[in-house]
Nanobody, 122 residues
Framework: QVQLVESGGGLVQAGASLRLSCAAS????????MGWFRQAPGKEREFVAA????????YYSNSVKGRFTISRDNAENTLYLQMNSLKPEDTAVYYC???????????????WGQGTQVTVSS
């Protein structure tokens, strides 16, 4: 049982950076693989990045690889997404998610946050 709350979104210009945070409640955060998804208006929700429970393994979609970095601080029960060189096409609501395995978190996560808005202007 995990509750997830995203924060850190906002309105920025193209080329700027943002760091999103996802705070997890509960004492079992450390056992979960975590991920980030995003959904733009009129589009399907898409996978962005995932990280194993230990933080050793990470995966990224091709659209963000080299620009975004996923990380976690298990001592603080927090997941992060560092976003650099932002583009207008990155505009979306960003959601964090959790599952028991890193392959599952990329497809059918068990838990979801409510999302945080990221808007990138030209």
């Amino acid at each position: 049982q995990v509750q997830l709350v995203e924060s850190g979104g906002g309105l920025v210009q193209a080329g700027a950076s943002l760091r999103l945070s996802c705070a997890a409640s509960g004492r079992t955060f450390i056992i979960y693989a975590m991920g980030w998804f995003r959904q733009a208006p009129g589009k399907e929700r898409e996978f962005v990045a995932a990280i194993s429970w230990s933080g050793v393994s990470a995966y990224y979609s091709n659209s963000v690889k080299g620009r975004f970095t996923i990380s976690r601080d298990n001592a603080e029960n927090t997941l992060y997404l560092q976003m650099n060189s932002l583009k207008p096409e990155d505009t979306a609501v960003y959601y964090c998610a959790a599952a028991g395995r890193i392959d599952v978190v990329q497809t059918t996560p068990r838990y979801w946050g409510q999302g945080t808005q990221v808007t990138v202007s030209s």
